[in-house]
């Protein structure tokens, strides 16, 4: 019952992760509420829930107060990342005792909704916890430097200094499935002398973001054999209707070498919940949430490279900065006759 609160935490830490004090407190002249007062508000019904859920007779963990009492909640906003860290204990709290409580209709009494059953109070909290995703999505979308894509930036800048050596005798570049245009703007402003070429399926550029696009059906690159040096796919198969027909296309119109940049689920992350931290990210960075989203697992991924010919020159575990339970992995590839 409680596995929908599981993946609500789970969406409300990947957008928060990471998140700075003044980012906290910034305030949008539209909006009457910051970061640090939805968290607050969250705190507060973790309260609430607590008070509720201790009463059933079963033994569950007591409280500590000195962590998630009122004073935690009404920290000043110096102390905004420690307020959110109350929450995310507080939360834990929370599903660990709905998790150990085996009757659904277990009647309680909670200090904001009144007398209900456990079935009739975990629909509840759903509902609050979906209209303060909303809100923190509008606010985070509206930041002047919205979190997600500083996070974004920082990951392209120090996976850019891994691959950049298989950059440096190439004179054309085709990035297939743009995006954003982070990760080209970044390689574009890097590497002056390459001639840059890119593609997706729709326009998905920042409005700040001034790299060059072709629009494409998704089925047949607009190039020539063996038109580009090397062609670049990051985060982009798992996202595609076929990716095989593209990776065919990407082989066809590159001379030299691919560069792929893919993330794969680890054995104990739940499907649903990488669904929906990928729609509610690209949410809150002003981008659609209806692209497909299929992971591969590692072995099958490297076996569709192989099919295509493709041998790997460099392998790569990066970084990740998300809360999200994914490996990333950089490869290096080029045909097996080249």
Known sequence: MYRKLQHNFDIIQYLLKDISAEQLAWRNPKDSLTLDEIIERLNRLEQWHHASLRLHPIKIPTLCFATFGVDAISRKVAHCPCNFETYVDSRRHTL??????PEPYFQMRHPRFGLLTLADLIPKIDAYDQAHIRQIESIIRCMPLNPLLIRAK???DSYHRRYQFHLQQAQSVLDIGVGTGLALNHIMQ?????RFAGVDVRDLRLPEINIPLQIYNGHTLPFADN???VSLLFYVLHHCQNPERVLDEAVRV???KIVLIEEFDRPDADEISLDLTERHGHRAIGLPSDMPYQ???KPEFEMMLSAHGLVQLDQQRLPSRTTRPVEKFLYVTQLATT
């Open 254 to 256: 590159t001379r030299q």
């Open 96 to 101: 660990a005792m709905l998790k150990d409580i």
């Open 154 to 156: 920082c990951e392209i």
């Open 190 to 194: 890097n590497h002056p002398q390459i």
């Open 227 to 229: 038109q580009f040096d």
């Open 295 to 297: 992971l591969f697992s």
